[in-house]
């Protein structure tokens, strides 16, 4: 599985971005996915998860309530839309494949990554 990450940029804080994800093959379609970040110096770190049939979602405490994640399994696609972004957003955002029809939080549990797109805010 391929995994496709576009839609990062620059932006002022309290903008919106969304990313998409696209998946090269129809596999994710019975997997959990999500979106993971990892700022300079930092670790990679959870930011939103969603099950094979967008169900269930979870997020991480500093993005609840801005961000969204969605999928379109008819088009293998896994969207993040990002509200009210402030500069401790600032990371390469990744999307995932989790190994489960779940998502998950955990890096451990996670079968394949995109390559990641860079998001900045700043004024």
């Known amino acids: 599985v391929q995994l496709q990450a576009s839609g990062g940029g620059l932006v002022q804080p309290g903008g919106s971005l969304r990313l998409s994800c696209a998946a090269s093959?129809?596999?994710?379609?019975?997997?959990?996915m999500g979106w993971f970040r990892q700022a300079p110096g930092k670790e990679r770190e959870f930011v939103a998860s969603?099950?094979?049939?967008?169900?269930?979602?979870g997020y991480a405490e500093s993005v609840k309530g801005r961000f969204t994640i969605s999928r379109d399994n008819a088009k293998d696609i896994v969207y993040l839309q990002m509200n009210s972004l402030s500069p401790e957003d600032t990371a390469v955002y990744y999307c995932?494949?989790?190994?489960?029809?779940?998502?998950?939080?955990?890096?451990?549990?996670?079968?394949?990554w995109g390559q990641g797109t860079l998001v900045t805010v700043s004024s």
């Open positions: 093959k129809r596999t994710s379609r019975n997997n959990g």
């Open positions: 969603i099950s094979w049939n967008g169900g269930n979602t």
């Open positions: 995932a494949v989790s190994r489960y029809a779940s998502g998950t939080s955990r890096v451990e549990n996670i079968a394949y």
